[in-house]
């Protein structure tokens, strides 16, 4: 099993631009999360999905957008980028508890 | 919405030292759980715990329920043990995602 994969793994980005990073998992986990984390910040969940068409907005989900049409599938949306989404973004799934987290994708917004 | 808060920030010590790190949290919950971020990035749960103690190699995690607290050993410390390690916490009830601690950066000397 390759577990949580990402892509990409970096990208600058200008402001105003937009971007999907891609999350895909191969353990047929129900749940899957989208965290970001700064830089001496704890994760903060954006997003997460319960199922496949479920989801629901987590702690800080302005400026992103999410969909969940697979059960494997959970991209995150940048429509407009803006300097403060300048960050490292986990996607992670789980179908108990224990949440299994991808390599991560380090966003730069210039 | 449960706050989770880590000590130290920062620690160093010198290979063979025994470490603890500490962990509380706000609101009462299911499982707490301990993860480490490597000097890459990757993030893995080490261990996910509801009541007692859990034992993995030299790791040993504790969990206090009614103090709402928790503690990561590390024993005969090396310094292949230097990462970051996060403690978190349900958000709320449900697969609703984690609320994570800033985190520890523990840097082990040899």
């Known amino acids: 099993n390759a577990g949580v994969t990402q892509t990409p793994k970096f990208r600058i980005l200008k402001i105003g631009q937009s971007m999907t990073l891609q999350c895909t998992q191969d353990m047929n986990h129900n749940y899957m999360y989208w965290y970001r984390q700064d830089p001496g910040m704890g994760l903060k969940l954006i997003y997460y999905?319960?199922?496949?068409?479920?989801?629901d907005k987590g702690e800080v989900p302005n400026g992103y957008n999410v969909s969940r049409s697979t059960t494997e599938d959970f991209p995150l949306r940048l429509e407009l980028a803006a300097p403060s989404q300048t960050s490292v973004y986990f996607c992670?799934?789980?179908?108990?508890?224990?949440?299994?987290f991808g390599p991560g994708t380090r966003l730069l917004v210039l | 919405k449960n706050e989770v808060e880590q000590s130290p920030q920062n620690l160093t010590a010198q290979e063979g030292e025994f470490i603890t790190i500490n962990c509380s949290y706000s609101v009462g919950i299911s499982a707490l759980h301990w993860l480490q971020q490597h000097p890459g990035g990757g993030i893995v749960s080490l261990f996910m715990?509801?009541?007692g103690k859990k034992k993995h190699g030299r790791l040993i995690a504790t969990i206090n329920i009614q103090e709402k607290h928790s503690s990561l050993h590390i024993t005969a410390s090396h310094p292949r043990d230097s990462a970051v390690y996060i403690c978190a916490a349900p958000r709320g009830g449900g697969a609703d995602g984690l609320t994570f601690g800033k985190g520890t950066h523990l840097i082990i000397q040899p």
């Open positions: 999905s319960v199922g496949a068409g479920i989801t």
């Open positions: 715990l509801s009541s």
């Open positions: 992670a799934s789980s179908q108990v508890e224990t949440q299994y």
